[in-house]
């Protein structure tokens, strides 16, 4: 008996849902699905970036120099010299912005000189045609 009554339940709130979102106005339904799917776009988006290459190699090479400076600090501190995790992390810190600086610098003179070649590669077409 107890499934007769959630069945019965269960339809009957169904029903009454269909009732009320169909009584509600398509103007408001619209907005509520424009509004979910541009809150999706831009997880989606970031999503899609984290996953590209380029940023993933970006927090490898972060992460390994990160790691480098700690290592360096803890075998500087094995031969005596006394360290403070506070300027361990700041180092690690430092090394990490500085490597993946250093790395965007050089995806961005690959692509200028990419670039570059493209365009003196269409301009010998164009003059060619010509």
Sequence with gaps: MAKKATAKAASGAGKKVAKKSGSSGGGRSKSSSRSSSSQHDPVDALIKLLQSPLVIDLLAVGATAALAAITETRSSRAQGAVGNNKKTIKAAGKAA????????????????????????????KAGAKA
């Design 97 to 124: 912005a500085s490597a993946v600086g250093r790395r965007l610098a050089t995806e961005l003179d690959e692509i200028r000189a990419a670039s570059k070649k493209a365009s003196e590669t269409r301009k010998t």
